[in-house]
């Protein structure tokens, strides 16, 4: 029997894969199948970059293993129910529930910048993941809008924890590695060239939400540049670009998007200022974008 990295391999003698839904720095996800309860799920095959040393290699397996398993046990309407998680030849396996494959990302592609009120609620359920997220001592640490995919009903769901970390805890990336999409980073983890690895805080995962908030609301993220290294001093260095159309969501952008971590907006008062825009009026629904192809983002 074949098991798993390929279409038709199975996984704990369990769950067959069917199709990969997309690929990333830190994995596969994978639309599988369970056997047992003959039910659709999404199976995330973490993969681990670089060659290292066994030692290394085994770390960061038990890490990524504890890290999972933190996660299973949050229950919120706003965070990907996790089913599973297998250990088995050296890979970590996180067995998920499955959402309809569309994206905030997606919904981007097709309506360039979205109206602030739509933005604060979904900012709002995102925001509201992210508290039990951190609540259970987890980080996230790479959210933007390819991970922020809406059940049929329209609510937002905080995906891909795939490189998230526990807040405290040592890291097991390498020295001068970033981990995380360098245009959501935030600029105390985005100097590793310079200062040596920076610890994660939910500071940090704020800062991501600040810049997605500006992306769907201007229609492109605030820190750019020609290469990931450019990116990230602009994260650093570069002022916030003028926002046009954010309205009210402005003052909140902005105090998310602080550089320095123990100035910016704080989850709380996040949630205050994003529940006031999100209730100022009834929110129109906005169509749901098709779906990304395999591989996108």
Not at 74 to 80: G, L
Not at 116 to 138: D, F, M
Not at 207 to 229: C, D, I, M, N
């Amino acid at each position: 029997m074949r098991t798993g990295g390929t279409p038709g391999g199975v996984v704990d003698g369990r769950y067959t894969l069917l199709r990969p839904l997309g690929r990333g720095g830190m994995g596969v996800v994978w639309e599988a199948l369970d056997t047992r309860l003959n039910r659709q799920v999404a199976v995330k095959e973490l993969l681990f970059r670089g060659a290292v040393d066994p030692d290394t290699q085994a770390q960061w397996v038990r890490r990524a293993r504890r890290e999972a398993e933190a996660i299973a046990r949050i229950d919120h309407e706003h965070v990907v129910a996790v089913h599973d998680v297998i250990e088995a030849e050296g890979q970590v396996w996180i067995v998920m529930e499955q959402v309809d494959p569309h994206s905030l990302a997606d919904l981007l592609r097709e309506h360039d910048r979205l109206p602030p009120l739509n933005v604060a609620r979904i900012g709002l359920e995102v925001l509201r993941g992210l508290r039990a997220v951190h609540a259970a001592a987890v980080l996230h640490r790479d959210v933007k809008p390819h991970n922020i995919l809406f059940r049929r009903d329209g609510r937002a769901v905080l995906m891909d924890f795939g490189i998230a970390t526990f807040e405290g805890a040592a890291q097991v990336t390498r020295r001068h590695e970033t981990v995380g999409t360098p245009q959501y980073l935030a600029p105390e983890l985005a100097s590793p060239w310079t200062d040596g690895p920076r610890e994660a805080a939910p500071a940090a995962d704020l800062w991501s939400l600040g810049v997605t908030l500006f992306e769907a609301v201007e229609g492109r993220a605030p820190f750019r540049g020609p290469t990931p290294v450019e990116v990230l001093h602009a994260v650093r260095h570069a002022d916030l670009p003028p926002m046009r159309h954010a309205g009210p969501l402005r003052p909140l952008i902005e105090g998310l998007l602080v550089k320095d971590p123990e100035s910016r907006t704080g989850a709380a008062r996040a949630e205050q200022l994003l529940q006031q825009v999100a209730q100022e009026t009834p929110l129109q629904p906005l169509p749901l974008p098709r779906p990304a192809r395999a591989g996108d983002g």
